[in-house]
Nanobody, 126 residues
Framework: LQLVESGGGLVQLGGSLRLSCAAT????????IGWFRQAPGKEREAVAC????????NVSESVKGRFTISKDNAKNTAYLQMNSLRTEDTAVYYC????????????????????WGEGTLVTVSS
């Protein structure tokens, strides 16, 4: 049972990347997903989250209008589309999943979530 992130890499200022978070060994149908990031020397930061069906979403103020979270339960994968990237977006990005049947919330805090991926590095160069 694991989450695997992909899609990170080196991108120029103002560019775009799409991160993927694929689940193996379990279905994401009843899992809410959160994307988090951690830059060197900084604490982990919540970036965006989505409820199990996708009906509820939340993005942090620092990425609002630039990042979009989505989830394709048929593909058992969640995504983070990142546009207009800034140097301050440089970080390791992690996805996390938490079992939830309410479809009424998503995690804005990483504590206690059921599954975590290993992370994918995003570097924005100027």
């Amino acid at each position: 049972l694991q989450l695997v992130e992909s899609g990170g890499g080196l991108v120029q200022l103002g560019g775009s990347l799409r991160l993927s978070c694929a689940a193996t060994g379990f279905s994401l149908n009843y899992y809410t997903i959160g994307w988090f990031r951690q830059a060197p020397g900084k604490e982990r930061e919540a970036v965006a989250c989505i409820s199990n069906s996708g009906s509820y979403r939340n993005v942090s103020e620092s990425v609002k209008g630039r990042f979009t979270i989505s989830k394709d339960n048929a593909k058992n994968t969640a995504y983070l589309q990142m546009n207009s990237l800034r140097t301050e977006d440089t970080a390791v990005y992690y996805c996390a999943a938490d079992l939830d049947y309410t479809d009424a919330w998503c995690p804005v805090d990483g504590d206690g979530l059921d599954y975590w991926g290993e992370g994918t590095l995003v570097t924005v160069s100027s």
